[in-house]
């Protein structure tokens, strides 16, 4: 059974930081590209950031490019995210995502998905 679990969402002020990770199990991780999607209130769910099997190549949205860097640790099953900097507009569900075999920012072509963690930026 595919599991992609989320966790390290929250309440966090302007400038501040959050590391977003997502514990993937079911399938051969390591073959696989992951991803971060996010979902703001009233919105449609955004491409965040990829990251390559290997972590060889990552890509990132331009609203958050030098301010979030993902990573992943293929011996654990899991990736992250870290935000810096964060600002009140990156409030939003952060969703975990997998697909095989090449990277992709569009939402359709990931087959695995976690049901979200919520982060909040005040000002």
């Known amino acids: 059974q595919v599991q992609l679990v989320e966790s390290g969402g929250g309440l966090v002020q302007a400038r501040g930081s959050l590391r977003l990770s997502c514990t993937a199990s079911?399938?051969?991780?390591?073959?696989?590209?992951m991803a971060w999607f996010r979902q703001a209130p009233g919105k449609e769910q955004e491409f965040v950031s990829s990251i390559t099997y290997n972590g060889g190549k990552s890509d990132y949205a331009d609203s958050v490019k030098g301010r979030f860097t993902i990573s992943r640790d293929n011996a654990k099953n899991m990736v992250y995210l870290q935000m810096n900097s964060l600002k009140p507009e990156d409030t939003a569900v952060y969703y975990c995502?997998?697909?095989?075999?090449?990277?992709?920012?569009?939402?359709?072509?990931?087959?695995?998905w976690g049901q979200g963690t919520q982060v909040s930026v005040s000002s």
């Open positions: 995502a997998a697909r095989r075999p090449v990277t992709s920012t569009l939402r359709k072509d990931y087959n695995y």
């Open positions: 079911g399938f051969t991780f390591s073959i696989y590209t």
